[in-house]
């Protein structure tokens, strides 16, 4: 029995049409001569009603949870007192004339109908039943709205004479500011191919080739250490443009973006966006993503060029005071800051009152306001500030070009070494390097990152410096880049681009916590896959064609 109809989609008009149904049983009632059947496919709900005497009774009766079955039958109004207004299918019913059993199933593991009892529910146990958890309602309408933010996105791009091209997954490894997977080569003993971290490399090339407008939903990988909200393999919405300024590219993704919020949401969206230089953003909000949906701004009662004194009041602070001061305590470790909380005393000076908090952090300009910024944070969260309705996009733009790597002390890109610097600072590159802008942009929503690009660099000496400011040689240059070097000799246009986190943008857009809810399959925190195991040992024959790599069988 061939479906015919949706569940879904059934209503009042299809009164007397003969249907035939595929789904799941959503939920069975058996009353003496009646069985009631809710069948959900991917589209809704509709009440199946099977009678005693139908050839569908026998069938009907051995019904569990979770089954797949055809149903055939005539779609009929229910009487008044039976409609459910909270389902749009509410005022009919199919009456079953014929019922297949496809599949049985096992009583499920997780209690994916019950929404309360799936909080308590671990996310290990999620993840290791995650085709289940999908059938919940609430992760099928992620999914779903996913795949209606991707598609909008293209059809907006497709209108403006953008090309979607593929680019390679497995390249060569060019260190981007994460550690390459990397893949062993058969073919090529004691080589190795890598996951591309981006396609920042060939969409450059793409623009070099003349294609002037491309975008790509790409698959990205990053070989890092776990972290709460990463995934090792993660998507984005990748776009880059020839011929184009900083103002042309942003333009672009205002337009996408209203675009998103009117086709999939229904809303209108205001533009242009807001902007912040990265500097102002720290000094108001301690934070290169900050979140405006709220007040809460730092102010300086020391400022000075080595150290400094900030502070912000927090209006009924005092209520929350211990836990600011545990956090306090946190964030004065995590940046090397002395963070105070201050509720007693004369708070005049800082422009505090009764019942109010101060919470004031000594230290470097920078580590200071990025301590209170996460204080800033949490104090908001807590006291329920933040209006979760609301869409607040903004723009970062005039980040540093470079800054200094914790990790070894050296300079390095804040971005990547193919983001072109603020033309007029490029006089300070060879003695003042940490004073130069880029033109690079963050496109921020609700106090996360969701897109980042900038102007790339095009002239080939220009590209050199930048790779010798950075410590790279010209031998190790060209072993790295040089087939972008190469291209650079050929005619290069002027160029920019972006990438979307795809994944973070529906997550923010869908008010999700964390990017694996809008993922179908993530990975867990630990980067590993509860449900197949993965990562795993390799096959042992698999493992003799890489005898290179002295691997123990």
């Known amino acids: 029995m061939k ?7 059934l209503r009042r008009n299809d009164t007397g049409k003969t ?4 789904g799941w049983v959503h939920r069975v009632r058996r009353f003496g001569k009646l069985v009631f059947i809710l069948l959900r496919d991917r589209t809704g709900l509709v009440q199946v009603v099977v009678k005693k005497g139908s050839p569908a009774f026998d069938a009907a009766k051995k019904l569990q949870p979770e089954y797949v079955v055809a149903v055939k039958g005539t779609v009929r109004e229910r009487p008044p007192k039976e409609v459910n207004r909270e389902m749009p299918t509410g005022e009919i019913e199919v009456v079953a004339e014929e019922l297949q059993i496809i599949s049985t199933s096992k009583p499920v593991p997780i209690p994916i109908h019950d929404e309360s009892l799936m909080s308590t529910t671990s996310e290990a146990v999620r993840l290791r039943y995650r085709y289940l958890d999908l059938r919940r309602p609430k992760m099928f309408r992620n999914i779903l709205m996913r795949a209606k933010i991707v598609a909008a996105m293209r059809e907006y791009f497709d209108s ?17 500011g994460a550690r390459d997977f990397l893949v062993p080569s058969r073919l090529h003993p004691g080589k190795f ?11 450059q090339l793409l623009m070099i080739a003349g294609f002037e ?12 250490d776990p972290r709460a909200d990463r995934q090792p393999e993660f998507t984005q919405f990748d776009v880059e443009m020839s011929f184009v300024t900083r103002e042309d590219v942003m333009a672009v993704v205002e337009g996408a973006m209203r675009y998103v919020m009117k086709k999939v949401f229904g809303e209108d969206l205001e533009t242009p966006f807001p902007r912040l230089t990265f500097w102002e953003a720290i000094r108001r909000y301690g934070s290169d993503k900050p979140d405006t949906r709220f007040g809460l701004e730092l102010k300086d009662l020391e400022a000075g060029v080595g150290t400094a004194k900030r502070y912000l009041v927090v209006e009924g602070g005092r209520d929350i005071a211990e836990y600011l001061t545990a956090e306090a305590a946190k964030a004065s470790e995590e940046h090397g800051v002395r963070v105070e909380v201050i509720t007693e005393g004369d708070l005049s000076t800082y422009g505090a009152g009764a019942g109010d908090a101060v919470i004031v952090a000594e230290g ?5 306001s990025e301590a209170l910024g996460r204080l800033r944070l949490q104090a908001a969260s807590k006291l329920g ?3 979760r309705e609301k869409k607040a996009f903004l723009w970062l733009i005039d980040f540093p070009l470079f800054e200094i790597d914790e990790e070894s002390g050296r300079l390095a890109a804040r ?18 390097p940490l004073k130069v802008r880029s033109l690079a942009y963050d496109l921020v929503l609700n106090g996360e990152e969701v897109a980042g690009g900038s102007i790339r660099i095009h002239d080939k000496e220009l590209q050199m410096k930048i790779l010798k400011i950075l410590g790279l040689g010209e031998e190790e240059a060209m072993n790295r880049y040089g087939f972008l070097l190469e291209a650079l000799d050929y005619g290069p246009p002027p160029h920019g681009g972006i990438a979307f986190g795809l994944d973070r943008l529906v997550a923010v857009l869908l008010g999700e916590p964390t990017i694996r809810e809008v993922i179908a399959f993530p990975k867990n925190k630990d980067m590993a896959d509860p449900l197949t195991g993965a990562p795993a040992e390799a096959p042992e024959e698999y493992l003799r064609d890489l005898y290179w790599l002295q691997i123990k069988l």
Request: charged letters at 25%.
């Open 213 to 224: 407008r491309y975008y790509q939903v790409a698959r990205c990988f990053r070989d890092e």
């Open 3 to 9: 479906r015919t109809r949706w569940c879904g989609e």
């Open 160 to 176: 403006l004479g953008f090309i979607e091209i593929e680019t390679p997954y497995l390249a060569r490894s060019t260190p981007e």
């Open 193 to 203: 191919y890598a996951l591309t971290q981006s396609p920042q490399l060939f969409k």
């Open 385 to 387: 500030l933040i209006d």
């Open 364 to 368: 470097d300009y920078l580590s200071a």
């Open 415 to 432: 971005h990547h070494p193919f983001t072109s610097p603020n033309p007029e600072d490029i006089h300070l590159l060879e003695k003042e």
């Open 19 to 22: 249907v035939v149904l595929n």
